[in-house]
């Protein structure tokens, strides 16, 4: 698959956003990259990402997206502490309700004033921690809705949806950006890049994934 037309990259600096930007690198004839700060704990996520995608030579964009923390508490955006373990009758309280549908709605009408058509976003199924709008269904159906709202041809593609992480590593590596992603990316929920803290479930779910697949990899 090669695509000869720009895409833009939904990209905060994490390993899948970061891995999804070097896919795209790949299959697109150019690439930019769309940045949200909402209030996020950790102002070194958007520091980061800023210094990935310039390192990589890729135009970043920074999009003001704070009124999302105005709409409601969640642990990403206030001092409250984050569920370790996702509480069994509802979402993990690091659920951001409507984020990705505001997201690629930001996105596509950032992507129409620059004359793209292809939307690419890291979210994923596979490893999913149980967030609704990480589903498939859900991106088809926003990637149609936002079709019919601005009467364009999107398309959101999803690289990541049906890879785990230990997949997502394999991705990386097989993107040639195994090092950047390991050394550079920030995943943890305390904001400290690489390896991170080693305990919040983001640092789990990475360090786990980073284990299985260097032991494939043998
Ligand atoms: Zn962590």
């Not at 704990?41 to 990402?49: D, G, L, Q, V």
């Not at 409250?80 to 690091?94: L, V």
């Not at 890879?163 to 904001?191: H, P, Q």
Request: hydrophobic content about 35%; overall charge neutral.
């Amino acid at each position: 698959m090669y695509i000869n037309e720009p895409a833009l990259v939904l990209f905060s600096g994490g390993q899948d956003s970061t891995t999804c930007l070097f896919w795209a690198k790949k299959y697109f004839s150019s690439v930019r990259t769309l940045c949200f700060t909402y209030g996020q704990r950790h102002s070194k996520e958007t520091e980061i990402a800023a210094s990935i995608a310039h390192e990589a030579n890729i135009p970043f964009q920074l999009l003001d997206a704070s009124i999302i923390s105005q709409l409601s508490v969640n642990s990403l955006t206030s001092n409250i502490k984050m569920d370790e373990e996702k509480p069994e009758d509802s979402y993990p309280n690091t659920f951001v309700p409507g984020r990705n549908l505001l997201f690629l709605t930001f996105a596509a009408v950032i992507a129409r004033s620059h004359g793209i058509r292809h939307i690419v976003t890291g979210v994923s199924e596979a490893d999913y921690s149980g967030y609704p709008d990480c589903r498939d269904t859900f991106i088809l159906s926003a990637n149609t809705s936002i079709n019919l709202a601005m009467d364009e041809h999107f398309q959101i593609h999803t690289p990541l949806m049906w890879r785990n992480k230990t997949e997502v590593w394999k991705l990386a590596d097989e993107l040639g950006v195994f090092d950047i992603i390991k050394n550079k990316t920030l995943t943890c929920y305390n904001g400290i890049p690489a390896e991170g803290c080693g305990h919040c479930p983001a640092c789990k779910l990475r360090k786990q994934g980073l284990e299985n697949y260097l032991i494939t990899k043998k």
